[in-house]
């Protein structure tokens, strides 16, 4: 997803097709759960009376219904669902994450996490516990399906982590910038990776692939690979 469009494939990414989706300027989260039911948010650059807005697929994306969030101003930059029932929605959305029980029918809205910053990234592992990023370094856990959620600290500078990934409950890696780390405590606490190739512009997505397997991609289109579970990237 991206600038007011979604694509879809059904040949694992050797095609891609745009799918009939509500108008938007900027798609910029996209959550499936399986093969037809997902879920996209987009935003209106504050140009318009409802700055966000979240659209609900159960057919692979060919139609769309609308879910109304209780906050209608600023960004949604992602969606994560562990399930038809459970969701979350994080954004520049005044330092509060949203939180469904019911397929977003209704939300619950967390006291402010941290002030007005933005909340970039999500990730549930189950409907207890998950994990955000945001801006400044912002590093997130939680125990209780969202209801609080637990800073991590380690002062390494004002980075945006744009990328998380967890393999379970204890391995996970965040990115952002010039700034690779990792965790084996369930997000507790964080080690800088080690990157040995010279970085090409801002990481922004990692993945896992395997047991040890990680791979972490920049804006300008450079990817690195872990096989050490994260500790050194090349």
Request: hydrophobic fraction near 45%; proline fraction near 6%.
């Given at each position: 997803c991206g600038a007011g469009s979604v694509l879809r494939t059904t040949?694992?990414?050797?095609?891609?097709?745009?799918?009939?989706?509500?108008?938007?300027?900027?798609?910029?989260?996209?959550?499936?759960?399986?093969?037809?039911?997902?879920?996209?948010g987009g935003y209106w650059y504050y140009n318009e009376p409802d700055a966000n807005a979240i659209y609900h697929t159960t057919d692979g994306g060919l139609s769309w219904d609308t879910i109304p969030l209780p906050i209608t101003e600023g960004p949604v930059y992602d969606i994560r669902f562990t399930d038809a029932l459970h969701g979350w929605v994080a954004g520049q959305l005044n330092g509060r994450?949203?939180?469904?029980?019911?397929?977003?029918?209704?939300?619950?809205?967390?006291?402010?996490?941290?002030?007005?910053?933005?909340?970039i990234?999500?990730?549930?592992?189950?409907?207890l516990h998950g994990w955000m990023t945001g801006t400044g370094d912002q590093r997130y856990w939680t125990d209780d399906g969202g209801l609080t959620w637990n800073p991590a600290y380690s002062d390494l500078g004002s980075n945006i982590l744009w990328g998380l990934a967890f393999r379970d409950a204890?391995?996970?890696?965040?990115?952002g910038d010039t700034l690779l780390m990792y965790t084996s405590d369930g997000g507790h606490s964080w080690t800088p990776a080690q990157i040995t190739a010279p970085l090409v512009g801002s990481l922004r997505t990692v993945v896992w692939t395997g047991a040890e397997e990680l791979w972490c991609?920049?804006?300008?289109?450079q990817v690195l690979r872990s096989t050490d579970a994260g500790l050194t990237f090349t």
């Open positions: 040949d694992g990414g050797a095609t891609w097709v745009p799918l009939d989706v509500p108008p938007v300027q900027q798609y910029s989260a996209l959550h499936f759960i399986n093969a037809l039911e997902g879920w996209i994450v949203l939180r469904t029980t019911d397929g977003g029918a209704n939300w619950s809205v967390t006291d402010p996490v941290v002030g007005n910053a933005s909340l990234a999500l990730q549930f592992l189950d409907t204890l391995h996970g890696v965040v990115c991609a920049t804006a300008q289109g």
